[in-house]
């Protein structure tokens, strides 16, 4: 079993939508990461958050630790918000990354 | 904006052939780390390299990996003797400390 599953795994959302990814993992961590792939491949760190809620922009994430659950909302969207986005985390005790499996996300205009 | 570079982009070698993926960090980044991902799959984690050592390395790192810091500032991945299942996009990351990591790139491994 995957230590951090993402939903869903594809998502195909109208330009405006407003749309949640779902992240869940099954250790303990010292931090929740969301990143956003982009077809080519270049991987970009969006947030960083060990508690609470963190805003930037259209791109809203939350996290419940006692729930072991982590959200990125992403408002308005726009079809330059499609590519896959990674929910992935830090074990305590360790600086590595565990990545889950992603959610590829096409916004159609 | 400080980046994590890495060359070559894209790298095809032959089954056997010893290669080196290069990387430089962002200049003031102290941890330093590979991942690499196989078409289609997750990002899988290979190694961490801090104070000129390896911290920690994953199950994949075997005796064919081998990573230096050469000159203090390039951050290299050595395939000694490259596999087919070794073709895969390896990045590069780095961080000033146990928080958000900065992502090179990548460079494209075609093993034939």
């Known amino acids: 079993k995957n230590e951090v599953e993402q939903s869903p795994q594809n998502l195909t959302a109208q330009e405006g939508e407003f749309i949640t990814i779902n992240c869940s993992y099954s250790?303990?961590?010292?931090?929740l990461h969301w990143l956003q792939q982009h077809p080519g491949g270049g991987i970009v760190s969006l947030f960083m958050l060990s508690s609470g809620k963190k805003k930037h922009g259209r791109l809203i994430a939350t996290i419940n630790i006692q729930e072991k659950h982590s959200s990125l909302h992403i408002t308005a969207s726009h079809p330059r918000d499609s590519a896959v986005y990674i929910c992935?985390?830090?074990?305590?005790?360790?600086?590595?990354?565990?990545f889950g499996t992603g959610t590829l996300l096409a916004v159609q205009p | 904006e400080p980046e994590v570079t890495q060359t070559p982009s894209h790298q095809v070698t032959q089954m056997g052939q010893e290669v080196i993926l290069r990387c430089v960090p962002i200049?003031?980044?102290?941890?330093f780390y590979w991942y690499r991902q196989i078409l289609g799959q997750k990002v899988e984690f290979l190694v961490s390299?801090?104070?000129?050592?390896?911290?920690?390395k994953s199950e994949i790192f075997d005796d064919q990996f081998s990573v230096e810091r050469p000159d203090g500032s390039n951050f290299t991945l050595k395939i000694r003797s490259t596999k087919l299942e070794d073709s895969a996009m390896y990045f590069c990351a780095s961080s000033s400390h146990s928080d958000t990591q900065y992502f090179g790139p990548g460079t494209r491994l075609t093993v034939l």
């Open positions: 200049s003031n980044h102290l941890y």
């Open positions: 250790v303990g961590i010292s931090a």
């Open positions: 992935a985390v830090h074990r305590g005790a360790t600086n590595k990354l565990i």
């Open positions: 390299f801090y104070n000129n050592e390896i911290s920690e």
